[in-house]
């Protein structure tokens, strides 16, 4: 099964060679990384780690325009027709407030905010390449607080995996690459970003219940009135960790006609119903302008998982909580 993977790995990447490639870069010619690419249909893709993209009007036939932003860049409206290899984007007002201006110094202590996890397969979260979750950590003290590390929980397979027949029990490999952002606290919803560096991360089959993910050296500081952290689906990695050019979604015949269906990427994320507070956001990102909206019942239709309780995604964090002066 794993050389499967690999050999799917080698066919999308041969595949997509013959697709026009694109870069997306700055003003002073370095690339943006991770820069998002929207169909306006409800769809799209991102661009990798060197901003290259790759966009084929095969695969999205009825795509005539690309709309592309970037944190810290204007957006941009594009034709597919004769796309340009090279797309310069040009870097907006930076609106990061400078809240430190030195680090702080001194002792201090970690504040733990323990990950909630289970085993149960079925209740949990399918990442798809269009969907972003947030969990809201409130501020409750005026100290200074640094972000410290994340506690992932994740699911990589079924609990009964191994109990299955002998030629299906391994865990079947994969790679998936993350990104997470971090936001200002807007009137209950995320606001603007606490920082402009990509920060990413890639979890795969060999991964632990809980994956542990350091931030320290990111310099983020917790904001009076709380942040949002959130993990975004970037898509599958190839055996050195870049991401491939696979397709995000899948055609499905229906009376109604074709539709597109995103592509479910794994690790599962395991919902709790353990944490009182409703402080789990989910969004759309390429639909909707990629609004924010709280995880219940009354904002989001036909979830099994809120059938069963389960509002939460049980992000864990450790803080560096610095004594007053």
Known sequence: ???????????????????????????????????????????GLFADDLGKFHFTQKLYKDIDSLYISAIGFNDLKLATHNLPPTITMKSSINTLDEVFLTKP??????????????????????????SEIAVY??????????????QIPIKVEAKDWDKRKRKSSKKRPFSTLFKVNFYKNNNGLPGDVLTYENIVFIANEKNDKILEFDITENDIYMPKN???ISLQVLGYTDAKGK???????????????????STTFRPLLPFTDEISEKRTF?????????????????NVEKSNLLKAGLNNYGLGLNLEVYKED
């Open 1 to 43: 099964m794993k050389n499967l993977f690999y050999i799917f790995c080698f066919i999308c990447a041969s595949f997509f060679s013959e697709a026009q490639n694109t870069t997306i870069i700055s003003e002073i010619e370095e690339p943006v990384s991770y820069a998002t690419i929207s169909f306006g249909n409800g769809n």
């Open 105 to 130: 110094k001194g002792k201090f202590k970690i504040d733990k905010i323990k990950p909630t996890v289970h085993e149960d397969y079925y209740k949990c979260w399918l990442p798809t390449i269009e």
């Open 137 to 150: 950590f409130p501020n409750n003290s005026n100290k200074t607080k640094r972000l410290s590390s994340l």
């Open 226 to 228: 709380g942040l949002f």
């Open 243 to 261: 991401l491939l050019p696979n397709k995000k979604y899948q055609e499905i015949k229906t009376k109604r006609g074709i539709v597109k269906v």
């Open 282 to 298: 989910v969004r759309r990102i390429f639909l909707n302008g990629g609004q924010w909206t709280l995880f219940d019942k009354q």
